[in-house]
C-alpha cells in the first residue's frame, strides 16, 4: 500500500446554471487541480464529465448547510523562528518548509514546494508551487507556478515584469511593483 499526506483545500460551489460551471472550470481548472470541490446541489451529466475531463476532485450534493457562508481572516502571531537564506535552485520534487522569514535567491524550478510561516522573498524565477503566510511576499516576475499569500491564489493577479510588494493593508490584498530603492530598504 502507497500513501501519502496532503494538505487538502476546499472550495464549497452552488453554480446557479451549468454554464455558469463550465466557465467558472475552464477558466480556473489549473488552479483548482488540488483542491477538492464540494458541490450544494446536484450536478448534471455534462457537468460531471467536464469535472472529470478536467480531471478534477469533486463530490455533490453535501449536507453543507453547517457551514458558515463567509469566512475570516485570522491574523497570525509572527514567527520567533530566525530567518533562513537559499542560494541554490529548488528542483523538482523537493520541499522546503521553513517556520520564519525565507529568502531564496535562485530558481523554483516545476515540480517544487516552497512553505514560510514568515515573510517570504523570491528573487529568481518561479515555476514551482509556493505558499506564504507571513506579513508579507517579495517576488520577481513569474508567469509560472502557483503562488498562494494567506491562503489566496494571487498569481493571476500579478504582473510580469519587476519586482512585486504582496501584503494586506487594511483587509484587502495589496500587490505593487518595487523598485530597487524599495527592496534594499525591506532587506536592510
Known amino acids: 500500500m502507497h500513501t501519502r499526506q496532503l494538505k487538502l483545500n476546499a472550495f464549497v460551489l452552488a453554480p446557479a446554471t451549468p454554464t455558469e460551471l463550465h466557465d467558472f472550470l475552464t477558466k480556473n481548472a489549473p488552479l483548482?487541480?488540488?483542491?477538492?470541490?464540494?458541490?450544494?446541489?446536484?450536478l448534471t451529466p455534462e457537468s460531471?464529465?467536464?469535472?472529470?475531463?478536467?480531471?478534477?476532485?469533486?463530490?455533490?450534493?453535501?449536507?453543507?448547510?453547517?457551514?458558515?457562508?463567509?469566512?475570516?481572516?485570522?491574523?497570525?502571531?509572527?514567527?520567533?523562528a530566525q530567518a533562513r537564506l537559499i542560494d541554490k535552485s529548488i528542483r523538482s520534487g523537493e520541499r522546503i518548509m521553513h517556520e520564519g522569514d525565507l529568502v531564496i535567491n535562485a530558481n523554483i524550478n516545476d515540480g517544487a514546494w516552497v512553505y514560510a510561516k514568515g515573510s517570504l522573498t523570491l528573487l529568481g524565477s518561479i515555476e514551482g508551487d509556493v505558499e506564504c503566510d507571513g506579513a508579507y511576499m517579495i517576488l520577481s516576475p513569474s508567469k509560472r507556478g502557483k503562488i498562494r499569500f494567506q491562503g489566496q491564489f494571487i498569481q493571476d493577479k500579478l504582473t510580469f515584469s519587476g519586482l512585486q510588494f504582496v501584503q494586506f493593508d487594511e483587509g484587502?490584498?495589496?500587490?505593487?511593483?518595487?523598485?530597487?530603492?524599495?527592496?534594499?530598504?525591506?532587506?536592510?
Open 32 to 42: 483548482l487541480a488540488d483542491t477538492l470541490l464540494l458541490f450544494a446541489t446536484p
Open 48 to 80: 460531471r464529465v467536464l469535472l472529470e475531463g478536467h480531471g478534477l476532485h469533486y463530490c455533490e450534493s453535501m449536507n453543507i448547510e453547517k457551514l458558515p457562508s463567509t469566512t475570516t481572516k485570522v491574523q497570525l502571531p509572527q514567527p520567533k
Open 172 to 188: 484587502q490584498l495589496s500587490i505593487r511593483k518595487m523598485d530597487e530603492a524599495d527592496h534594499y530598504r525591506k532587506t536592510r
